[in-house]
């Protein structure tokens, strides 16, 4: 466990269990993520979005609306144009673990972990 995380519940059976897998569930998508990585950085309209992530302004809009109803993004509106910002730091969090994790899965050092194993062995 990370220092500063708190565990709210270790129960296996918690609601929250159903409820997490819910939240990896909509993350469970390549332009979701690449959305919630650009979104880091502080909010952005959807056609700057349809950029970063490579998309369609239509097809980020779906995203973004199925981010919205599960409570990850939020909207802003400013006059015709909607700004879509992170709801919270906790998506970016576990998107950005899952990466790292990924890096693992290749084998070898992680680049997480390059700047340790330079340093130990100096």
Known sequence: MRAGKQVFDRDPDSQYVELAVEVFTMLADP??????????????????????????PATVSQHLAKLRLARIVSPRHDGTRVFYSLENEHAQELVHDAILQAEHSLGGTPRHHRAIHEEQAK
Request: glycine share 8%.
């Open 31 to 56: 332009t979701r993520v690449r959305i919630i990585l650009a979104l880091r950085d502080g909010p952005q309209s959807v056609n700057v979005l349809a950029e970063l992530v490579g998309k369609s």
